[in-house]
């Protein structure tokens, strides 16, 4: 049930992290294309501002020369009618100021083919009529008014200023249109602008929508999640306290069966070696009997009882006895194993180095028969766990190491250690003959072992090994390669508990 409710918060939660992810994806996406979408309008807006006030200027200018040819007319026709000098001087001063207002109206207007055309046209016509208008004041200063007059009603000024009025009119016309193309274009640039606001504030807005309805769920989802935890952890308490204590009792009745069936299986051995023994004794008496049958009477012993009792009966006496050693010797580890189960736990803070330095102390001599070099990478995490298991298991880590060396290599055997998350790992590591990675499970078996058969022992320390790692609540691995030695990794608690089975 728990993996069943952690399985769902976990899809929960990856599927959670990958909508709110989309969500944001596509509400930055859509900030973005507003960013952009603010910035083309801005810019598009510029440009449509100063097109527009490139055509009021345009306008301006077009007003400006309008007016100047204007009242350079009107006060040219003020002098003709009264021969005032202020008429001419102010019919001077408009004519200094025309020809700048024509060329800036030029300039303005020179993007224009229309309006350049239109512009020849006026300096043609405003040519001819700057030359009249300077040969009548001639005439005027000279005193001839009767000739200024005459050529005055001669010349066609009227219908002259009716063509430059009307060219200035279609160059006004030109720029209103202008005006009016661009007004519309900026203003069809703000409708789009405001269109791609409109879609990403609804767009945002979805997002937020969703975002707000996904976590609402996503809320729910973690509340009954929650809430399922919380009624499984009510009856988790129990559970486990009520497997606890089948787990001990089951341990117990293991335990005790071992002892008992190591101790009945003692009993028949016991007379199995006992009897042995005798038959040994008797195949003395009875090889003296066949040595003085053959000294006295040859013929009366065979060669068949001859090889019984001097071969057969001693190679059979032999193999028994082996046997026997050798199945003592596993009730004897049976016996230990079984009294290892029972022993109590009992934690105290312990310094693996001094453990270290206390097993090779104790094993001195067999590592310098051996030549084995036991190196400690100081300082090893101090924890809290029980000695004597401890011990055990370093001490046959250790001697498996000094035991297993790979022909015409010194032996080297390194203890190593470091914490990690809550745990303190420590690890022996030899140069050794290696083991088979076929074989890094069974070894761990009762009386299973690997490679070859060449040193004393029946397959029990590293199951024994394991056994105490369990106990005190770690585990122990392997990591080897044939020929390049090993290393073993012993994981336990940085502080072990006691757990009160009830």
């Known amino acids: ?76 026709r003020g002098y003709l009618l009264t021969a005032n000098p202020e008429y001419r001087d102010a019919y001077r001063r408009w004519s200094v100021q025309l020809p700048q207002a024509l060329d800036r109206l030029q300039r303005l207007t020179s993007d224009n083919p229309r309006q350049c055309a239109t512009m020849a046209e006026l300096r043609r016509m405003l040519g001819a009529l700057f030359a009249l208008r300077s040969q009548s004041i001639a005439l005027i200063e000279q005193g001839q008014m009767t000739e200024a007059m005459v050529l005055f009603h001669q010349e066609a000024s009227v219908r002259r200023l009716t063509m430059i009025r009307a060219a200035f009119d279609r160059m006004a016309t030109e720029e209103r249109r202008l005006l009016a193309t661009r007004d519309a274009a900026q203003r069809a640039s703000l409708r789009t602008f405001y269109v791609i606001l409109a879609v990403a504030g609804v767009l945002l807005v979805l997002v937020m929508l969703a975002s707000l309805l996904t976590m609402m769920r996503y809320t729910r989802d973690l509340a009954a999640s929650r809430d399922d935890l919380r009624r499984f952890n009510e009856h988790l308490e129990e559970t486990v306290q009520e497997r606890t204590a089948d787990l001990s009792r089951a341990n117990e009745e293991i335990q005790r069966f071992a002892y008992i069936v190591s101790h009945d299986l003692r009993s028949p051995l016991v007379n199995v070696m006992g009897f042995t023994a005798e038959l040994s004794a008797a195949t003395t008496p009875l090889a003296e009997l066949i040595d003085r049958a053959e000294a006295e009477c040859p013929g009366l012993v065979t060669e068949d009882a001859r090889l019984a009792v001097r071969e057969d009966l001693p190679e059979a006496i032999g193999f028994i006895r082996a046997s026997t050693q050798k199945m003592d010797r596993l009730i004897n580890a049976i016996l230990k194993l079984s009294r290892e189960g029972r022993r109590v736990i009992a934690p105290e803070r312990i310094d693996p180095v001094a453990v270290v330095e206390g097993i090779e102390g104790s094993i001195r ?99 024994h090994v394991r056994a105490l790692a369990y106990r005190l609540g770690g585990t122990i691995e392997v990591d080897s390669t044939l020929g390049e030695g090993a290393t073993f990794r012993l994981s336990l608690p940085k502080t072990f508990e006691v757990q009160d089975s009830k």
């Not at 728990?2 to 769902?8: C, D, G, K, S």
């Not at 979408?37 to 449509?48: F, K």
């Not at 790992?425 to 076929?438: A, C, E, H, Q, Y």
Request: no cysteine; hydrophobic share 40%; aromatic share 6%.
């Open 365 to 463: 001599h067999v590592l310098d028969d051996r030549g084995v070099t036991l190196t400690i990478e100081r300082p090893l995490p101090s924890l809290v766990t029980d000695r004597v298991a401890l011990e055990q298991i370093l001490s046959n880590l250790i001697e498996n190491a000094s035991k297993y060396l790979q022909p015409g290599r010194p032996g080297r055997i390194g203890v190593a250690g470091e914490e990690r998350r809550g745990r303190v790992i420590l690890s022996v590591t030899d140069n050794g003959r290696g083991i088979d990675p076929r074989d890094h499970q069974r070894i761990f078996d009762l009386f299973r072992r690997s490679g070859p058969q060449d040193q004393p022992g029946e397959g029990i320390g590293l199951a």
């Open 1 to 76: 049930m728990l993996a069943t409710i952690r399985n769902r918060f976990t899809v929960s939660q990856e599927r959670f992290g990958r909508v709110m992810l989309s969500f944001l994806a596509i509400g930055f996406l859509a900030l973005v294309a507003a960013g952009i979408a603010a910035a083309w309008a801005t810019a598009r807006n510029q440009d449509h501002s100063r097109a527009i006030v490139h055509t009021y200027d345009v306008e301006l200018s077009i007003a400006t020369a309008r007016r100047l040819i204007e009242q350079a007319e009107a006060s040219r």
